[in-house]
């Protein structure tokens, strides 16, 4: 049963990863994305989305990509 949340978990944020263009936005989604894991996984809900929000934003630094605009 948990294979079935995190599979659909990952194809619906895969599905957003293109709209989230700003430091702002990809923390949100972040902050989302960790919680509902963490949910999943039955988990502290707020360590979860601050460590989302925080992977989230840091995404938009990481050398050698694209990053934010």
């Keep these: 049963m ?3 949340s995190f599979f ?9 990863a293109g709209c989230l263009q700003d430091p702002a936005t990809r ?6 994305v960790g ?9 502290n809900l707020i360590a979860g989305a601050a460590i989302g929000a925080a992977g989230g934003v840091a995404s938009c630094y990481i050398p050698g ?4 605009q």
């Design 2 to 4: 948990r294979f079935k």
């Design 8 to 16: 659909f978990l990952a194809l619906a944020t895969t599905s957003l």
């Design 27 to 32: 923390g949100v989604g972040g902050a989302l």
């Design 35 to 43: 919680a509902a894991i963490a949910d999943a996984t039955d988990e």
């Design 65 to 68: 990509t694209l990053g934010c």
